[in-house]
């Protein structure tokens, strides 16, 4: 299979957003950032289930794989 992953370090904070939205695969960390780029982001969103104030019925559970 082949596989793309982009890792943006150093990134202005508003740019990473907009990738984090736009981005095909998002995995959701524990941040409040990942958590709206999640909520903003229309394609495949993954999380993992803790304690999330909102989890959206289109994204998937990690501990469902």
Do not use: E, Q, R
Not at 12 to 38: E, Q, R
């Amino acid at each position: 299979a082949n596989s793309k992953f982009n890792i943006h370090l150093d990134t202005d904070i508003l740019d990473l957003l907009h990738h984090m939205i736009k981005a095909d695969v998002l995995l959701l960390g524990f941040s409040c950032l990942s958590h709206l780029a999640g909520i903003y982001n229309t394609n495949t969103v993954i999380y993992l289930n803790y304690h999330m104030p909102l989890i959206l019925n289109n994204w998937i559970d990690i501990n469902s794989f």
